[in-house]
């Protein structure tokens, strides 16, 4: 009886620290890693996905609550912003071919921006979405920090924001490689361009592991993407509601 | 690595600074990519400490979202009534932006190259 209630006082004392949840977040990443790996890198199992499944599940389980989670979580969430920075050094390394083909990088990016925000709002407009749900997704593509500013600004839900931008970077990484072999695009410039412009970090994190050129232009892509959301959704925005 | 770490965090910074003294759109660690970039370039190359550091954040980029991911679960019961929506603007929306994207890329990009 003793050792039970013992064992009691360890769980809540752990609960309550950040280092169960910081641990439980790195484990099911581990996890996803090693399916991804073992299933050949395939874009279906990943890694991401496989692991907030895990998280979520024994959150639930253990009706844990997604801030007492987040203490522990934060600190690995911190790290997205000098992972953000550090995208500069893939840029730097492919500048000579980015600089030699500058607007027709800008050219695509935009219309790339355009289409991701456009087509998402109007698909779930004309599904009969919700309206919390029409403005959270506007920002789909745009890297999660950047995406929550805007949905926040727009007046949707930035936590809504952050799930679909992580949906949506599943999606463009499981989908864009076969999209693209289908419609024949084979220059790594143009794959890595299209599959950052449509799936931010995430997409960028499965391109860096294929191709360095198209690691180093998906990271441009999400970057500048970013850039070009931030700056014409606000406006496109209060032009069309 | 603890100095080149220090470099990152001080571009993070000054870019988040930059964003609130500015009130530009962008967020502060893009400004704060856009300040390391514009090191890199002064100095005409890329430190080894730096490049180890900054490799390693790269090089396990995936993790840093599943933080963020989890939030699912506060936002099970509206995605539970707009699934549908949802998952057919991800996909068709997703799918038409990386080939509207890779196509106009590869067009202007091929004329740049033959000309």
Redesign the interface.
């Known amino acids: 009886m003793k050792s039970i209630e013992s064992l009691r006082d360890i769980w809540v004392y752990l609960a309550a620290s950040p280092l169960l949840h910081l641990t439980l977040?790195?484990i099911?990443?581990q996890i996803g890693s090693w399916i991804y790996r073992k299933g050949r890198l395939n874009p279906l199992l990943?890694?991401?996905?496989i692991?907030?499944g895990i998280?979520?599940s024994l959150?639930?389980l253990t009706k844990t609550s997604?801030s007492t989670?987040?203490d522990g979580?934060?600190f690995?969430?911190f790290?997205?912003?000098?992972?953000?920075?550090?995208?500069?050094?893939?840029?730097?390394?492919q500048?000579e071919t980015v600089k030699?083909?500058a607007?027709?990088?800008l050219?695509?990016?935009i219309?790339?921006s355009l289409?991701?925000s456009l087509?998402?709002?109007f698909?779930?407009w004309?599904?009969?979405?919700?309206g919390?749900?029409l403005i959270s997704?506007a920002p789909?593509?745009v890297?999660?920090?950047?995406a929550m500013?805007i949905s926040e600004r727009l007046g949707g839900?930035p936590?809504?924001t952050?799930?679909?931008?992580?949906?949506?970077?599943i999606?463009?990484a499981m989908?864009?490689p076969p999209?693209?072999n289908l419609?024949g695009?084979k220059?790594w410039?143009?794959?890595g361009?299209?599959?950052g412009?449509?799936?931010h970090?995430?997409g960028?994190?499965?391109a860096?592991q294929v191709n360095e050129v198209a690691g180093a232009f998906s990271g441009l892509?999400m970057?500048l993407n970013?850039?070009a959301t931030?700056?014409l959704l606000?406006i496109l925005w209060r032009l069309i509601f | 690595m603890l100095f080149y770490l220090t470099i990152i965090l001080c571009c993070q910074l000054a870019g988040e600074l930059l964003v609130a003294a500015t009130g530009a759109p962008v967020p502060g660690p893009v400004a704060g990519m856009v300040i390391l970039f514009a090191g890199l370039s002064l100095n005409k190359g890329i430190p080894e400490g730096l490049a180890k550091v900054g490799d390693a954040l790269l090089g396990h980029l995936s993790l840093l979202f599943v933080p963020a991911g989890v939030g699912v679960m506060l936002h099970l019961q509206l995605l539970a009534t707009d699934w549908l929506p949802v998952t057919l603007a991800l996909f068709i929306s997703t799918a038409l932006t990386v080939v509207v994207t890779a196509a106009i890329m590869s067009a202007l990009g091929r004329g740049e190259r033959s000309s």
């Open positions: 977040t790195l099911a990443y990943n890694p991401v996905l692991a907030v998280v979520v959150l639930l997604y989670y987040f979580a934060q690995v969430h790290l997205l912003g000098p992972a953000t920075v550090a995208l500069a050094l893939p840029l730097y390394r500048f030699h083909s607007p027709a990088i050219a695509s990016i219309a790339g289409t991701a087509t998402a709002v698909i779930v004309l599904m009969g979405g919700a919390d749900t997704i789909k593509s890297t999660a920090p950047v500013g839900l936590s809504l952050a799930v679909l931008v992580i949906l949506t970077g999606t463009g989908l864009g999209i693209l419609i695009v220059d410039a143009a794959r361009l299209a599959i412009t449509a799936s970090g995430i960028t994190a499965r860096l892509a970057g970013a850039l931030a700056l606000p």
